[in-house]
């Protein structure tokens, strides 16, 4: 006979919730590559003035200068060469990091705000507020995005924060209904019923109760958005109404060197990668994001 202090029972030890996500997140190698290519971004892009070799609006003697690798007896002071008027890439590009990384945080702060509060609204008041606010949101999607900025950018005139809140607008859309049907699927469940019968007001049950429950897609969301924003701002500074000279901005870089293309290919072809490789790592890590906080693929 074996005693009862001699049986063990096998209980499964309690994840913490952080510990759960980080396991499943991790299992996407996609996702943690982009990750860690995103902190070392963010890590350069904070401290650009120390990690960029040289100013990156001076002008040096030298300009459409290859980079070393491909040009014998090349100077390693420009590792990556320089531009049409003998600037740093390298430099400006470290420095387009971080501009780009802001743009994205400012972009997505607000299409994130704007976006949640209506899609709150129209999701649990209904009737005309909802059919007004997804109307509105409807005639946005109808037309092309980027056209839609370009306009918006047009009347209010080319700058870096006018080109920021027109592509905030027109990233509204995705948001507002992201969060409606969130909304809807939550609102008639027990904790929001009970928390109602409570005496919760509307604002408690909106802001409180309910928007806890809707965070998992709109973190998805809100990662990708750095992503459409970075390519958004890429293209209005492509065209001339982003940033505007001399901004280390990576679409004005593109766009500035677009006559050099034949003769100088390292001009264009170094902020191009810069702007794939960041696009794709927030992508990435999206579907990381995606893959950890849904319940179902979790099974």
Avoid at 45 to 65: K, N, W
Wanted: aromatic share 10%; with cysteine; glycine share 8%.
């Amino acid at each position: 006979m074996t005693n009862n202090s001699e049986i063990t029972t096998n209980v499964p030890i309690q994840q913490s919730p952080l510990r759960e996500f980080w396991l499943h997140f991790s299992h996407n190698r996609g996702a943690v590559i982009g990750l860690i290519y995103i902190i070392v971004v963010f890590f350069v892009s904070v401290f650009a003035d120390f990690v960029s070799p040289h100013d990156p609006i001076a002008q040096a003697r030298d300009y459409l200068l290859m980079p070393p690798a491909w040009l014998e007896g090349g100077s390693w002071d420009f590792i990556l060469g320089t531009d049409d008027v003998g600037r740093d890439i390298l430099s400006r590009l470290i420095h387009g990091a971080r501009l780009s990384l802001f743009i994205g945080l400012l972009v997505v702060s607000l299409s994130f705000i704007l976006g949640v509060s209506l899609g709150l609204v129209a999701g649990y008041v209904g009737g005309v507020v909802d059919i007004l606010i997804m109307r509105i949101i409807d005639i946005m999607l109808a037309m092309p995005s980027l056209l839609l900025a370009i306009a918006i950018v047009a009347i209010l005139g080319p700058s870096l924060l006018n080109a920021s809140f027109a592509i905030a607008l027109v990233s509204l859309p995705s948001y507002v209904r992201l969060t409606r049907a969130s909304v809807l699927n939550e609102i008639n469940r027990d904790y929001v019923t009970a928390s109602r019968v409570a005496g919760a007001k509307a604002l408690r049950l909106m802001f409180i109760v309910i928007l806890p429950n809707c965070v998992a897609p709109l973190i998805v969301q809100t990662t990708l958005g750095f992503s459409n924003a970075i390519l958004d701002m890429a293209a209005l500074g492509f065209l001339g109404i982003g940033a505007q000279p001399p901004t280390p901005e990576w679409g004005a870089m593109l766009a500035e060197a677009l006559q050099f293309v034949q003769r100088a290919w390292w001009v264009v072809t170094f902020p191009g990668v810069a702007i794939l490789f960041t696009v794709l790592a927030f992508n990435l890590m999206g579907d990381g994001l995606r893959d950890a906080l849904d319940p179902k693929l979790k099974q």
